[in-house]
């Protein structure tokens, strides 16, 4: 642990997404998404629930601005339903209701003096656009830039920070490669590729049509959030241990981070190996008019992983016996090394982190459980992790402008439906009313933003 301060005009805020806490899902007007459809498909999520009603910010969002201001947050970042402002994906026919939730929870978070960071998508595309192809089909690029043109004259006068996609890398491989996301497709070695180009070129297209059109008034920053895990060698002395490494975060952050950040292209160890996996990939000529579509890099990171080669002796998924999320080891030391790999290898971007956090996981949903409350894991959590980002802002000179824990409160956790719990406050799923009661670790998070560091 170190002493110090982060900026004066640091970024601090919690981070949702709207099918996780909003609710309301056919309510005013709202269309179907897919992740209406694939919550609703038998086996699809975990306990068998859904996000139909989930936290029911939609008619409690005064609550959240609450627990917002009670933690001292300067900044607030959530995403836009897409099929609840253009239900039928067309944006001259917007839903009215849908335009003025949005209106009402902007204008809230402004009067108590907190700045909203609005993603655009995150995960929740309207059904009747996945009806006709969705992010496999390059028609969608048009689509979405349509519906980034609509958000951007609605709500741009008072959103000063926008995020285009929220970690395509995740909805690439889930969504369309493993199939346990919306919308549940099985193709890893064609869809994977196909979301891939249609998300990259829809943020670009998106970013450059906000600088052409909007950014003279509106004088706000648009950028993309990427996910990574920090990757280790097993063993560092294995040359096999360190090509493992470095290839695991180029197919997850470099992947998207390359062409966006770097050279306009994909690297090249991920090129070579999907070549050497199958001809057909299509990616020989991968160059993507995408270059420096960004105003910072939003990074989502949560974990460290060691790596190896692959052999039917390593082939079993390491799973972490002492977290809920059997993904999730926690490794403060991984986020400073990863913030700075990020500024040598990307020439040095402003970074905001726009998720970080753990999951407790208990059945019970009494708010007056100290295992529920008492939740010692997540203020080290908050504590090691951000420790170590001021050690990567006050040592080594890497440019962090903001942080967003995840998450404000407990919500529908995508396939885990509410089995796990990621929030500084606790949700009662039981009560008709939502009840949410603060965790100790709300108190950890809100000191620290008080002291702007340690």
């Known amino acids: 642990m170190i002493k110090g301060h982060f900026r004066k005009d640091f970024m601090w805020g919690a981070a949702t997404a709207?099918?996780?806490?909003?609710?309301?899902?056919?309510?005013?007007?709202?269309?179907?998404?897919?992740?209406?459809t694939y919550a609703h498909t038998e086996g699809a999520i975990e306990d068998g629930t859904n996000g139909d009603i989930t936290c029911d910010t939609y008619h409690k969002y005064l609550e959240d601005i609450k627990m917002l201001k009670r933690l001292k947050a300067t900044h607030y970042r959530f995403s836009l339903s897409w099929s609840r402002l253009l239900p039928t994906a067309d944006s001259s026919a917007p839903n009215a209701a849908?335009?003025?939730?949005?209106?009402?929870?902007?204008?809230?978070?402004?009067?108590?003096?907190?700045?909203?960071?609005?993603?655009?998508?995150?995960w929740d595309l309207p059904q009747c656009v996945q009806d006709k192809g969705g992010w496999q089909s390059e028609d969608v690029v048009e689509k979405f830039k349509e519906y980034a043109d609509f958000c951007f004259s609605q709500f741009g006068d008072r959103v000063k920070l926008w995020v285009t996609i929220n970690e395509p890398h995740v909805q690439c491989g889930f969504g369309f490669g493993m199939g346990i996301h919306a919308p549940g497709i099985k193709d890893p070695m064609n869809a994977c590729y196909q979301v891939s180009?249609?998300?990259?070129?829809s943020h670009a297209h998106t970013y450059r049509m906000y600088s052409s059109k909007y950014r003279a008034k509106q004088n706000g920053?648009?950028?993309?959030?990427?996910?990574?895990?920090?990757?280790e060698p097993k063993d560092p002395?294995?040359?096999?241990?360190?090509?493992?490494?470095?290839?695991?975060?180029?197919?997850?952050?470099?992947?998207?981070?390359?062409p966006i950040f770097k050279d306009g292209d994909y690297p090249d160890s991920m090129k070579e190996h999907i070549l050497e996996m199958s001809k057909a990939q299509g990616l020989k000529n991968s160059r993507l008019p995408v270059l420096r579509t960004y105003d910072f890099f939003g990074l989502n990171h949560y974990t460290t992983r060691l790596a190896e080669q692959i052999t039917d002796e390593t082939q079993a998924f390491?799973?972490?016996?002492?977290?809920?999320?059997?993904?999730?080891?926690?490794?403060?030391t991984g986020l400073r090394k990863l913030l700075n790999y990020?500024?040598?290898?990307?020439?040095?971007?402003?970074?905001?982190i726009t998720e970080n956090g753990c999951s407790t996981k208990h059945s019970v949903n009494n708010p007056g459980d100290t295992k529920q409350l008492e939740d010692e894991q997540r203020c080290r959590f908050i504590t090691s992790y951000l420790n170590e980002a001021l050690k990567a802002h006050l040592l080594d000179g890497v440019d962090l402008r903001g942080y967003f824990l995840w998450t404000l409160m407990d919500n529908f956790e995508w396939a885990a439906?509410?089995?796990?719990?990621?929030?500084?406050?606790?949700?009662?799923?039981?009560?008709?009313?939502?009840t949410r009661t603060p965790r100790k670790s709300a108190a950890t998070f809100t000191k620290i933003i008080e002291e702007n560091g340690f």
């Open 417 to 434: 439906g509410y089995t796990e719990r990621f929030g500084l406050y606790h949700v009662d799923f039981e009560d008709p009313a939502r």
């Open 342 to 352: 990020i500024s040598k290898t990307y020439g040095d971007p402003s970074i905001i």
């Open 98 to 122: 849908g335009v003025a939730f949005y209106n009402k929870f902007i204008d809230g978070l402004l009067a108590n003096n907190i700045k909203p960071c609005v993603t655009l998508y995150h």
């Open 237 to 258: 002395s294995n040359p096999d241990h360190v090509k493992a490494a470095q290839f695991y975060i180029d197919a997850t952050l470099g992947w998207f981070a390359h």
């Open 197 to 201: 180009r249609t998300m990259l070129l």
């Open 221 to 231: 920053l648009i950028s993309i959030t990427l996910n990574s895990d920090w990757c």
């Open 18 to 36: 709207s099918y996780q806490i909003e609710g309301a899902w056919d309510k005013d007007g709202k269309g179907q998404s897919i992740w209406d």
């Open 318 to 332: 390491a799973i972490h016996p002492d977290m809920p999320s059997f993904w999730l080891f926690i490794v403060p």
